[in-house]
């Protein structure tokens, strides 16, 4: 299943030098979270875009801030509230009396990594203004397009909608994340290690960046070589496929998300060190890219059966590849 792709045996060991400075990085300030961690690099590495869901106060905007630190490249960090406007995400075209002409003052979004912290805060408008950033790189202001300079990517941090404040994310909006990611609580080791480390001082005052943008770039270009057999690829659109005809759900994967399992998937085969995607790659990034894209049938939904639940359903159902 495997083919000769050109991605140099030398250009993997310089993703996973640099990989394993960032994860170290990042790991320093969350502790015990490897699979989290993981997680966010491989989205980094396929261009994508994070969402990180979680209760208040378990490590989501350390996450963000302590991977941005890590890179030295552009970033901003937008607090979504209820009173944000659209223009303070992408911008706003201002009157300069001396020069009597418009100019366009550039928004939260113009950056390399965005942190956008309790995006479910803002009203569903605001969080609309990250619709074509997200997906076309651009931003379109006064019939002006403004190209945001790469690489870029949005972590994105959200408490869930049971918490009092909250809006619910548009399903536009959700699948334009690659992948959902939840901290979860650390394990009694790892919180008794972080009352140590984080009471005498802040871990992200230490970080300093380990990569820049220019290597970043040259990651993702290894990334996009990673070879997927025909086998793999047909596999992988099988998912997605027997997502849309289950009946337990009222809305399944769309091909944005074919194509986001598939990238997260080459990310996941080059940070192990393969030119190629097993299908042990596909199903190990079928939860955190496909799982907040499907909406449960209300039938399923009043059984109690999660998407998360359903999806795992889906997928044993789905034959893998011979000879894989």
């Known amino acids: ?28 300030v969350i502790e015990g979270k490897a699979d989290v961690v993981s997680s966010t690099l491989v989205v980094l590495l396929a261009e994508g875009h994070l969402l990180l869901e979680d209760v208040p106060g378990v490590g989501k905007t350390q996450l963000s801030k302590a991977l941005a630190r890590s890179i030295d490249c552009s970033v901003r960090r937008i607090q979504f509230t209820p009173d944000l406007l659209p223009s ?3 911008g706003v075209s201002v009157f300069n009396q001396n020069t009597r002409e418009f100019e366009f003052r550039p928004g939260g979004v113009f950056a390399n990594i965005v942190v956008g912290d309790e995006i479910n805060r803002a009203s569903p408008k605001t969080q609309s203004a990250l619709l074509e950033c997200m997906e076309e790189r651009q931003v379109t202001v006064d019939n002006n397009t403004y190209v945001l300079e790469q690489p870029f990517m949005v972590i994105a941090t959200q408490n869930p909608i ?25 394990v009694e080791a790892a919180e008794i290690a972080m009352l140590d480390s984080h009471t005498r001082s802040n ?4 970080l300093e960046a380990v ?6 770039r040259k990651l993702i270009s290894i990334v996009g070589q990673v070879y997927v057999s025909p086998a793999v690829q047909r596999y992988t659109v099988a998912i997605s ?29 080059a940070i192990s060190g393969r030119d190629y995607v097993l299908p042990d790659d596909v199903r190990a990034m079928t939860r955190p890219v496909l799982a907040h894209r499907l909406l449960p ?20 159902g789905v034959p893998v590849p011979a000879g894989s």
């Open 241 to 269: 496929a027997a997502t849309r005809r289950s009946e337990e759900l009222s809305l399944g994967a769309s091909p944005r998300a074919t194509l986001h399992l598939a990238r997260a998937a080459k990310a996941l085969a």
């Open 211 to 216: 990569t820049d943008a220019a290597e970043l």
């Open 88 to 90: 303070d995400v992408t």
């Open 297 to 316: 049938s209300a039938d399923a939904a009043m059984n109690g059966r999660g998407a998360q639940a359903i999806l795992d359903s889906v997928v044993a």
């Open 162 to 186: 049971e918490m009092e404040g909250t809006y619910t994310l548009p399903e536009a909006q959700r699948d334009r994340f690659m992948a959902r990611v939840s901290v979860g609580y650390p």
């Open 203 to 206: 871990p992200l005052d230490d």
């Open 1 to 28: 299943m495997t083919q000769p792709t050109g991605t140099a045996g030398a250009d993997l060991e310089t993703l996973a030098r640099v990989v394993g400075r960032v994860r170290a990085n990042i790991e320093r």
